[in-house]
C-alpha cells in the first residue's frame, strides 16, 4: 500500500508540473473568459455544483469504507471537512447575485 501511495505522490507531482508549463501558453480565465473552443457555456450555480460535488461524494465514500468511521477524530475531520466544502457553497451563493442581501443580514 505504501508503495501505491508513493506512485500516486509521484504521478500527481509530474502532473502538477505538466500543468503548470501547459498554463504559460494559454490564458486560463477560470470564469471571466469565454472562449467557445473550450465547449459550451455552463451556469455558474451548475458549474459550481459540478466542481464541488466530486469531492463532497468521494470524501463520503471514503469515511463510509474506513475502519475507523466513527472514532472521533475521523469523525471530527470528516464534519469539519464537510462543513468547509458547504460553507464554500453557501458563500459562492452570496456572492453572486444576493450580495447586498447577505451584507445587510450580516450587519
Not at 500500500?1 to 500516486?8: E, G, K, L, R, V
Not at 474506513?66 to 459562492?92: D, I, Y
Amino acid at each position: 500500500m505504501a508503495q501505491t501511495f508513493d506512485i500516486f505522490l509521484i504521478v500527481m507531482a509530474l502532473l502538477a508540473l505538466v500543468v503548470f508549463a501547459a498554463l504559460h501558453f494559454f490564458e486560463a480565465g477560470y470564469g471571466y473568459l469565454f472562449n467557445p473552443k473550450y465547449g459550451p457555456p455552463v451556469p455558474n450555480k451548475i458549474g459550481w455544483v459540478l466542481m464541488e460535488s466530486p469531492v463532497f461524494v468521494a470524501m463520503c465514500v471514503l469515511w463510509l469504507l474506513s475502519e475507523r468511521t466513527w472514532e472521533a477524530g475521523p469523525l471530527t475531520l470528516f464534519a469539519l471537512f464537510q462543513a468547509t466544502t458547504c460553507n464554500g457553497r453557501s458563500s459562492f451563493r452570496c456572492s453572486c447575485a444576493a450580495r447586498r442581501k447577505c451584507r445587510s443580514a450580516s450587519s
